[in-house]
């Protein structure tokens, strides 16, 4: 499935509730539905510089396409990075350089986060997008 396919999913499962405690619980049920990252890779150098809560993410390059794992300290943190890993994760490095993270606006996240929150998910998107950076320097 495409990232914008990805994306339009998630906007659509968002706005089948109608209100933000609804939409926060959803984000907490993603969280702990998510992949978690393995023990040895909960280091500095897999942690989200500028987030309130602790957040690590790694990725691993499995044929062409980049996969995401991430835990966080906090459930709506780890909420935040399993939307971002659902859109991005296996897919080709080139794709998430690509694509755009307007979903993250048409489901009102950004506004509904503290603005230490906000730059967290900010610093979370600009993470996996180096990551796919570095990536795709390897493919060629």
Not at 85 to 97: L, T
Not at 99 to 115: N, R, V, W
Request: aromatic content about 8%; overall charge negative; hydrophobic content about 40%.
């Amino acid at each position: 499935m495409r990232i914008k396919d990805i994306q339009e999913e998630i906007v659509e499962e968002f706005s089948m509730f109608d209100d933000w405690m609804q939409r926060y619980e959803y984000m907490i049920e993603m969280g702990k539905s998510l992949p978690l990252i393995d023990d040895k890779y909960k280091t500095d150098d897999n942690l989200i510089k500028g987030c309130q809560s602790k957040v690590w993410v790694h990725a691993e390059l499995q044929g062409e396409k980049l996969c995401f794992t991430a835990d966080s300290d906090a459930i709506i943190t780890k909420g935040i990075i399993a939307i971002l890993i659902r859109a991005f994760s296996g897919q080709a490095p080139k794709d998430i350089i690509d694509a755009d993270t307007k979903f993250i606006d048409e489901i009102g996240l950004k506004e509904h986060l503290s603005p230490t929150r906000a730059n967290g998910l900010v610093n979370m998107i600009k993470q996996l997008k180096m990551y796919a950076i570095a990536y795709q320097t390897q493919l060629n």
